[in-house]
């Protein structure tokens, strides 16, 4: 019997890594964040709209042409498409340049929420470099469109430092690069160790959550946590005042919050917009609550909102992503596959 060439296998520990890293919603929500690996001049990449937490019961990944995307990316080529290599019908990640660029042979990219509650704040960058971890050689990068735009500052800063092996992406998420599963594992514990943030003060009481009357089309969220977002006053001026904080947050959950003060003022703004169906909406000291129809990607990115919130200390000033941003996210072909594939 003859081996299967190495690149045309993807190991079973890159699964058994992808599925676990998939299922710790600290690290990813819903089908964001990817894995990849390199063997040959085969990448396999995440394929977009999938969930990393399947990647054991189902094939998620798609091998690339690795070769051809490198060189036209050394061509300074940032808008190069992945080459799809046999019949699979699966698009690759959005963010597979990204993976191209990073040197080592298996990367993985999560929006881990412990990094997060740093990297949506203003002071991100001298807080996050100036510790130094064993092992990691950091980079940081500021916000980007992911894509090309991402692509294209990534290039820059493994230029300037080859041996990079964790990439803090500013208002976005974390890239983390090892020869193997092990030492990624390693990296990423060591990271997670040194930001995990403690989640300040007790949190508001959840004794006024309540259902709204039936004659308003929209649920309760189904967790209690969420709720916090409404009934905790700074909680919720953050919520208007910092909403855009990093892109999943936006592409499925919307340019803005829809906040109330009251049942009352909801029930009106549902009656003098009756084509408009918000997928959410927050009401000031009652609760969180959702359409009947919100896709579980969508409870997962909220639930991240609030799990980033919580851990970011009051004091902090945040650097939201602006309108510009927000449209380009917005009107964007990529992500309007992506929430096809939500739904
Ligand atoms: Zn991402």
Aim: charged share 20%; glycine share 8%; with cysteine.
């Amino acid at each position: 019997m003859t081996a299967e060439p190495d690149d045309m296998v993807l190991p079973k520990g890159v699964r058994r890594l992808s599925a676990e890293l998939g299922s710790d919603p600290m690290l990813v929500q819903g089908a964001g964040g990817n894995v990849s690996w390199k063997a040959g001049d085969t990448l396999w990449i995440k394929a977009s709209g999938t969930w990393l937490a399947d990647a054991e019961r189902a094939e998620i990944f798609v091998p690339v042409d690795l070769a051809k995307l490198s060189r036209e990316l050394k061509a300074g080529d940032f808008d190069a498409k992945p080459t799809v290599l046999g019949e699979s019908q699966l698009r690759p990640s959005i963010e597979t340049l990204l993976h191209v660029l990073m040197p080592q042979r298996i990367v993985v990219h999560l929006h881990a929420i412990d990094v997060l509650a740093y990297l949506v704040r203003t002071d991100a960058r001298d807080l996050l470099m100036s510790k130094a971890l064993p092992s990691v050689v950091p980079a940081f990068l500021p916000y980007r469109k992911p894509g090309a735009e991402l692509a294209q500052e990534a290039a820059q800063a493994i230029a300037a430092c080859p041996e990079a092996n964790v990439l803090y992406l500013g208002n976005h998420g974390l890239v983390v690069g090892g020869g193997d599963v092990h030492q990624v594992r390693l990296l990423l514990n060591t990271v997670r160790g040194a930001w995990r943030s403690q989640v300040g003060g007790p949190g508001p009481s959840r004794d006024a959550i309540r259902p709204l009357t039936p004659d308003l089309a929209l649920k309760w969220c189904p967790l209690a946590g969420l709720h916090d977002l409404a009934l905790d006053e700074q909680l919720l001026g953050r919520l208007q005042s910092s909403w855009a904080l990093y892109p999943d947050h936006v592409v499925f959950l919307g340019p803005m919050a829809r906040v109330f003060d009251n049942e009352t003022a909801l029930r009106e703004w549902t009656r003098n917009h009756p084509d408009q169906a918000p997928d959410v909406v927050f009401v000031r000291g009652m609760g969180v609550y959702g359409a009947h129809s919100m896709a579980a990607g969508k409870l997962a990115q909220l639930q991240c909102f609030r799990d980033v919130l919580v851990r970011v200390p009051r004091s902090a000033s945040l650097r939201t992503l602006n309108d510009q941003d927000v449209r380009a996210l917005l009107n964007w072909d990529a992500e309007h596959y992506r929430m096809q594939l939500a739904k």
